[in-house]
C-alpha cells in the first residue's frame, strides 16, 4: 500500500511539473513581449490559448497574437497572411469573449484590417456594422462610422470631400 501511495505521488508531481499553468505562461509571455521577442511570446500566447481557452489569460492570449500579426512581427509569416491570421484572431476574441473588456476592439480591428489592408469591403461593412450595432456609444464608434462613410476611397478623395465640406 505503501508503494501505491508512493507511486501517486510521485506521478502528480511529475506530471504537474512537467506543464506550466497559465499564470506561468502568461507571466513569460508577457516579459518576452516587454524583450520584443515575439516569436518567443507569441509560442507562450498559443499556449495559452490551445491549453487554457477557458482560463483568465485566453482572450488576453489570442488579442495579443492578433496583434503581432496585424503589426507584422512575425517575420517568416508574409504580410498578407499576417493580416488574415490577425482577422481571424480579433474576431475569435469577439466571438468566443464577448464579455472580455477588449472585445469592442478586436471587432473594431478586423473591420480595419479587412478594409484598409485587405480590401474586403464587404467583410469590413459587416464588421463595422456590427460594432455600431452592438456598441454606439464606445469611443472608437465615430471612427467605425468614418472607416464606412469613407471605404474604398482614396486620401485624396477624403482629402477633397472634406475641403468641399469646408467651403460650403
Do not use: W
Not at 19 to 41: I, T, V, W
Not at 120 to 126: I, L, N, P
Not at 140 to 168: F, R, T
Amino acid at each position: 500500500m505503501k508503494k501505491f501511495f508512493f507511486l501517486l505521488l510521485t506521478s502528480i508531481m511529475f506530471f504537474s511539473c512537467g506543464k506550466q499553468n497559465d499564470e506561468e505562461l502568461f507571466k513569460s509571455a508577457e516579459e518576452l513581449k516587454s524583450r520584443n521577442q515575439y516569436q518567443k511570446a507569441f509560442e507562450e500566447y498559443d499556449k495559452i490559448a490551445k491549453d487554457y481557452p477557458e482560463g483568465k489569460h485566453a482572450p488576453d492570449a489570442l488579442f495579443n497574437m492578433a496583434y503581432f500579426y496585424q503589426n507584422k512581427y512575425l517575420k517568416n509569416v508574409p504580410a498578407e497572411q499576417s493580416s488574415e491570421n490577425a482577422v481571424k484572431l480579433f474576431r475569435e476574441v469577439y466571438d468566443k469573449y464577448p464579455s472580455y473588456d477588449k472585445a469592442p476592439e478586436a471587432l473594431f480591428y478586423s473591420g480595419f484590417i479587412l478594409a484598409n489592408e485587405l480590401q474586403e469591403y464587404k467583410k469590413a461593412t459587416a464588421a463595422y456594422k456590427l460594432f455600431l450595432e452592438k456598441f454606439p456609444k464606445h469611443e472608437l464608434a465615430s471612427s467605425a462610422q468614418y472607416e464606412l462613410e469613407n471605404m474604398g476611397k482614396s486620401p485624396d478623395d477624403i482629402l477633397n470631400k472634406k475641403q468641399k465640406e469646408v467651403n460650403i
